[in-house]
């Protein structure tokens, strides 16, 4: 069983920073893609940036820019550099890690940005 483990998240005034981070306790062989996604409640469950095996990031129009995905590849880590926040940014962001046979969830960090 894949157990990701996400932290970082809190609160911060707009045009703050945050970093999250998300632990998987499997290798990264194991591992195709970590994402991260954000859920506002009466929302969708919105992809915010995915970062593949081949290490190449890709970001949602609504953050790009702005956030920044990285890979530890030796700490089974991924980081999330989130620049310049604003309000609309606040949700529960939640790491999602995909192997050959499913999705592996979570629980979420809570991230708040004050206006």
């Known amino acids: 069983q894949v157990q990701v483990v996400e932290s970082g998240g809190g609160l911060v005034q707009a045009g703050g920073s945050l970093r999250l981070r998300c632990t998987v306790s499997?290798?990264?062989?194991?591992?195709?893609?970590i994402s991260w996604y954000r859920q506002v409640p009466g929302k969708e469950r919105e992809l915010v940036a995915t970062?593949?095996?081949?290490?190449?990031?890709d970001y949602a129009d609504s953050v790009r820019g702005r956030f920044t995905l990285t890979r530890d590849n030796g700490q089974n880590t991924v980081y999330l550099q989130m620049i310049r926040l604003k309000p609309e940014d606040t949700a529960v962001y939640l790491c999602?890690?995909?192997?050959?046979?499913?999705?592996?969830w979570g629980q979420g960090t809570q991230v708040t940005v004050s206006s």
């Open positions: 999602n890690a995909q192997d050959d046979y499913m999705g592996y």
């Open positions: 499997q290798p990264w062989f194991n591992i195709n893609t």
């Open positions: 970062i593949t095996g081949a290490g190449t990031p």
